[in-house]
């Protein structure tokens, strides 16, 4: 039995049942689709927005942690400055840590970086900090961690001559 007509060329040609019928059956498969791509994307977003915020506050970590060690290293320098001397000078490394405290409290990285942990190292005439802090994550899908650690290592020389 035909049930529909279509027009080609001027002709009238009736068309199968069994064309109407397959169409009939691929309803809803758009909406699948679509659910889809959607639930993709949105992963997509989260995921990106996660380790883009994981990537700038481990830049400003490592910017935090150079000014640090620069600032020990040029303090350093400063103390123990000896014309004349033919070798480096025994450097202190409590005054290291003393000049990367200084550092770290006048830039408020306690503020910027929750949960903020440093050391301060010396070396032979190399000045060594390492700073490690937390990051919360904006979104936090079941099963993920909503937060992630991060580190930090910053190494100058002394120059001391």
Wanted: aromatic share 4%; proline share 6%; charged share 20%.
């Amino acid at each position: 039995m035909m049930t529909l007509v279509s027009v080609a060329l001027g002709k009238v040609r009736p068309r199968p049942r069994t064309q109407l019928r397959h169409r009939r059956d691929e309803r809803g498969q758009m909406t699948v689709l679509i659910i889809g791509f959607t639930a993709v994307l949105l992963m997509m977003i989260v995921v990106v927005t996660d380790i883009s915020k994981v990537f700038l506050v481990r830049r400003d970590l490592d910017a935090t942690a150079d000014g640090a060690v620069l600032a020990a290293a040029n303090g350093l320098a400063a103390i123990y400055a000896q014309p004349g001397a033919g070798q480096n000078a025994e450097i202190d490394p409590d005054e290291a840590r003393r000049l990367t405290a200084e550092y770290l409290d006048a830039v408020g990285a306690d503020a910027t970086f929750p949960g903020l942990d440093w050391s301060a190292e010396v070396a032979g005439a190399t000045v060594i900090v390492h700073l490690t802090s937390d990051v919360d994550l904006p979104f936090k899908p079941p099963g993920w961690q909503g937060s992630a650690d991060l580190a930090s290592d910053a190494a100058a020389v002394v120059p001391i001559r």
